[in-house]
């Protein structure tokens, strides 16, 4: 081979070379400004779709904030119960309720009265069969409570008043209940006591001149009734009585 053959063909050989080179820059070229715009529509369509996302969100709670208010108070057990529950006890009639007193004014009906007198007057009669250890508290007239006018209440005994008028009046008095009978029995008064004066000694009690036959806790009183407390040394024959037979002393 020539040497005009060997250069025309190195510069063909170099041609060659320089027009693929410059055809594979371009082609890259080409190939990467698709790839970097690409992202960017991406990134714009990203950006158009995330900015109606946060607009519709946040309308959307405004909207079920003034939906809950109208729900919420119902809801909440502390809030409307609260309103309730002050406005029911405000309406409890209790206070209102106080007539109750006006019923207990009719107790107070119209005033009782008895008469009532404690005497132990016999024992004068029969000092030698007396306590000698009592003649020191023994009363010269033989009264203990003279007679008065006192007053009582209704479904109150012969019982009730003796012992309410003793106390008042500072006089000694003593007594003994028998439940068999359900009756109360007076052993003493003014420390003068059953059998101080003889074996047939103690005390009775007569309302309106009669004995009864039963004990001084059953007998009810009534207005206007004389009460007398009697000291008998003969179980009841000196006072009006027939050894325990009472009798109408009238």
């Known amino acids: 081979m020539s040497k005009k053959q060997i250069?025309?063909?190195?510069?063909?050989?170099?041609?060659?070379?320089?027009a693929a080179f410059f055809w594979g820059g371009n082609y890259a070229a080409k190939s990467g400004t698709p790839e970097t715009s690409a992202p960017a529509?991406?990134?714009?369509a990203t950006a158009t779709l995330s900015v109606p996302g946060p607009s519709s969100s946040l309308s959307q709670?405004?909207?079920e904030v003034t939906s809950d208010p109208t729900v919420s108070p119902s809801a909440e057990p502390g809030g409307s119960p609260a309103s309730p529950?002050?406005?029911?006890?405000?309406?409890?009639?209790d206070p209102a309720v106080s007539p109750s007193p006006s019923s207990q004014e009719p107790d107070e009906e119209k005033?009782?009265?008895?008469?009532?007198s404690v005497s132990c007057g016999t024992i004068l009669d029969n000092l030698e069969s007396f306590s000698k250890d009592k003649l020191e508290?023994?009363?010269?007239?033989?009264?203990?409570?003279?007679?008065?006018?006192?007053?009582?209440?209704?479904?109150e005994t012969v019982f009730n008043v003796l012992q309410r008028e003793m106390k008042k009046h500072g006089i000694h008095m003593e007594f003994s209940s028998v439940?068999?009978?359900n009756s109360n029995y007076i052993e003493g008064i003014g420390n003068i006591y059953e059998f101080d004066c003889g074996e047939l000694s103690g005390w009775v009690y007569r309302v309106n001149g009669k004995f009864p036959g039963y004990g001084c806790s059953q007998y009810a009183l009534e207005d206007g009734d004389t009460v007398e407390w009697l000291y008998t040394c003969d179980q009841g024959k000196d006072v009006g009585g027939d050894n325990g037979a009472w009798e109408d002393t009238e």
């Open 41 to 44: 529509a991406d990134a714009a």
């Open 137 to 155: 508290i023994l009363p010269e007239d033989g009264i203990l409570f003279p007679t008065q006018t006192v007053q009582f209440y209704e479904g």
């Open 61 to 63: 709670p405004s909207s």
């Open 179 to 181: 439940p068999l009978y």
């Open 111 to 116: 005033e009782l009265f008895c008469t009532l």
């Open 85 to 93: 529950k002050p406005s029911n006890p405000t309406p409890a009639i």
């Open 7 to 18: 250069l025309a063909a190195a510069a063909a050989a170099l041609v060659i070379l320089l």
